[in-house]
């Protein structure tokens, strides 16, 4: 089949190679001009583990295009489809003025039937509003769906290769067909291509956001009381995710979540509520808990410090929003750090992918350090803030000896507290 991606970002970036790996020929398109002459030359803007090695041998094997030229990419494709950005607006609500603009230049670039299909994640009854765009534009026909992504970024291959589900919402089902069609070397093990209506698509996705973001804040509320109660939140979470339920999935206090997704999603389906007289209760609360999660981490730093951390050295560990990724959109920690900033702590930073993005963010405001153990020195505390596999197993004798003073925070809970207590530590973590 050949098909267009118009937006070459995580998710655009991802679905094209992973369509071209596939056998198919791909045209991604995205109007950033220098980011789509880096992917013409293999070098792709974005880490996500395994995405290199498909980008570079689709663009050898010549199933995998890179332009800014949309009119010619839909010109040549017959599956188009739409994965640029929906930030959030100031008031919350999802802006679509990208998928907006973009479906006006697909409509005026279409010269004969057309599959279009919208990934990126859209407020209830946005294709309908796409339909109408698409008819001012063209008199060719065309079918439209919903097909939104639910890839996890630092797995976003895997999961696009071996989704849970795939999701179609079209309101004809011959249209389906095709995107089944091109789905099915994806779920060859049995998952399900779930054909439901376009309303229904755009609301799944907001829903399983949701649902992820209200545990991981309901996980933190219970945290933050098992600190009051003196109880151990470690034991908690097993006990809730053995029970067949709850399960295991998403259970991890910490110092909130952050993202494009979860944050903004959330806002949004707030939005849709709001628009329908609808007051959407548990989600303002997970977004409320999850924004007083970060301060209270600062909080618990300064209480250590009576308040005085205008002359502390504060190691970071983690800057991107999660492990295995370089995104450091509404991550965490710019929130603790631009917290310890304001409170006047000098603060040393090391990531082992984000080091650009935390580049542009603070602007010489922190100093950026190349090893985690570069953090440490002279340090007056550690942060753990995102848990990458190389923070776990460190070499406490080492940290200890180089700190000023031997104080961690794990935002994470990626330490055992009694070995690290019985080394010399002063340890603190979320709700144990
Ligand atoms: N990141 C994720 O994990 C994830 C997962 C599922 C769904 N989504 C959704 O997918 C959509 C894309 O997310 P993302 O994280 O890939 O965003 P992104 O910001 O990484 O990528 C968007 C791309 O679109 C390009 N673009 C913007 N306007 C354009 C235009 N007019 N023409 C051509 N290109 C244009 C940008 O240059 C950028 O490269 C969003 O709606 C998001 O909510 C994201």
């Known amino acids: 089949m050949n098909i267009a991606v118009i937006g070459t970002g995580y998710v655009g970036l991802v679905a094209g190679s992973c369509f071209a790996e596939s056998g198919n020929d791909v045209w991604c398109v995205d109007n950033d001009a220098a980011k789509v002459e880096n992917l013409k030359n293999g070098i792709i803007p974005i880490y996500e583990p395994g995405l290199p090695e498909i980008v570079q041998r689709n663009i050898r094997e010549e199933r995998l295009t890179f332009t800014t030229d949309l009119e010619a990419a839909v010109k040549k494709s017959f599956v188009i489809f739409v994965a640029v950005g929906t930030p959030p607006q100031p008031n919350g609500a999802a802006d679509l003025s990208a998928v ?32 109408e765009i698409l008819k001012k534009e063209t008199t060719q026909p065309f079918d439209l769906m919903s097909n939104p992504e639910f890839l996890k970024q630092g797995a976003a291959v895997d999961d696009f290769m071996k989704p849970d589900r795939v999701v179609v919402g079209a309101d004809d089902i011959r249209a389906a067909e095709i995107l089944r069609d091109l789905y099915a070397p994806f779920v060859r093990t049995g998952s399900p291509v779930l054909i439901v209506d376009v309303r229904t698509a755009e609301m799944l996705k907001y829903a399983a956001n949701a649902f992820l973001a209200a545990r991981i804040s309901f996980m933190n509320e219970i945290a933050n009381l098992c600190e009051r109660v003196g109880a151990n939140v470690d034991m908690i979470r097993k006990g809730l995710a053995s029970d067949s339920r709850i399960g295991p999935a998403f259970l991890f206090p910490g110092v909130g979540f952050g993202g494009s997704c979860f944050p903004k999603d959330i806002r949004a389906l707030i ?77 040393i930073a090391y990531d082992p992918e984000a080091m650009d993005e935390a580049k542009k963010i603070f602007d010489g405001r922190i100093q950026l350090v190349g090893s985690n153990y570069g953090c440490v020195e002279g340090a007056d505390a550690l942060l753990i803030v995102t848990e990458w596999q190389a923070f776990r197993n460190p070499n406490f004798e080492r940290m200890k000896g180089m700190m000023r003073q031997p104080v961690i925070f794990d935002g994470r809970n990626i330490y055992d507290p009694i070995p690290l207590r019985q080394l010399g530590f002063t340890y603190y973590s979320v709700g144990r």
Request: glycine share 8%; charged share 30%.
């Open 271 to 347: 939005d849709t509520g709001r628009q329908h007289q609808y007051e959407m209760k548990i989600l303002e609360a997970a977004a409320a808990v999850n924004s007083e999660q970060a301060s209270l981490f600062v909080d618990k730093i300064r209480k250590h410090f009576r308040g005085e951390l205008s002359n502390k050295r504060i190691g970071v560990w983690g800057l991107a929003f999660k492990p295995r990724t370089n995104d450091m959109r509404d991550a965490p920690s710019v929130k603790i750090i631009e917290g310890l900033l304001a409170e006047g702590a000098t603060v």
């Open 100 to 131: 907006f603009s973009v479906a006006a230049a697909i409509g005026r670039a279409m010269d004969r039937y057309k599959v279009i299909v919208v990934k990126s994640t859209v407020p209830v009854g946005t294709s309908e509003k796409i339909r």
